[in-house]
């Protein structure tokens, strides 16, 4: 079974700062997509980045990258230049890419804080 | 504008009562999903659904039901038999077929016990 883990319960960086929060993961797939969901105080979750496992190419969105380390299940997210607004809840998710049900697994989440 | 609703936001529960939460969406999405969020545990799944009138148990289905009649609709009911269900609860939708699409989360259901 796939599992998804954050060992960062919470964390905390200085506005303007840069913040990496890690996520490792488990499954014997080759095939799936990784994501980073930030779930601010109003709960709504919105979805961060993606990254597609065949592509080595570390994904990027603007002040939000990853640094994706498939052999050692790594996937990590690095939040450059962090703004109040970044403060919240980031939960890091698998789903395998083909074939059967898409059943997406998240992690238990990081709670993260930017000091002013 | 197209999206997940669910309702209601509160829902307050009493010992031995069934109480249902609604999700709809209208992004003619195939695939839903019910996840339980307590804190310090992250987002577990209860149910998944990528057709009509097919669903696959998550990984803490015990205690719970849904139906699937409906593309739009997928309620999810706390039974008596789920003894600790005060949890906020998400539901969620996306495409199938493609690849990478994300999910649509609705704004979610807050369910305590009386």
């Known amino acids: 079974a796939q599992t998804v883990t954050q060992s960062q319960p919470e964390m905390s960086v200085q506005e303007a700062e840069t913040v990496t929060l890690s996520c490792t993961y488990d499954t014997s797939e080759s095939d799936y997509y990784l994501f980073w969901y930030k779930q601010p105080p109003s709960r709504q979750m919105i979805l961060v980045i993606r990254q597609e496992a065949y592509k080595q190419q570390n994904a990027t969105e603007n002040r939000f990258s990853v640094n994706f380390q498939k052999a050692a299940k790594s996937f990590s997210l690095k939040i450059s230049d962090s703004q109040l607004g970044d403060a919240a809840m980031y939960f890091c998710a698998y789903r395998r890419n083909r074939g059967g049900y898409q059943k997406v697994t998240f992690g238990t989440g990081t709670k993260l804080q930017v000091i002013p | 504008d197209g999206g997940i609703t669910q309702s209601p936001k509160y829902l307050f529960r009493k010992e031995g009562q069934n109480v249902t939460l609604s999700c709809e969406q209208n992004?003619?999405?195939?695939?839903m999903y019910w996840y339980r969020q307590d804190p310090g545990q992250g987002l577990r799944l209860i149910y998944y659904?990528?057709?009509?009138?097919?669903?696959q148990k998550g990984d803490i289905a015990e205690g719970y039901s849904v139906s699937r009649e409906k593309k739009e609709s997928f309620p999810l009911t706390v039974t008596s038999a789920q003894k600790n269900p005060t949890a906020f609860y998400l539901c969620?939708?996306?495409?199938?077929?493609?690849?990478?699409?994300?999910?649509?989360f609705g704004s979610g259901t807050q369910l305590s016990v009386l």
């Open positions: 659904s990528q057709i009509v009138n097919d669903f």
């Open positions: 992004l003619n999405h195939d695939a």
């Open positions: 969620a939708s996306k495409l199938t077929g493609g690849v990478g699409e994300k999910l649509f």
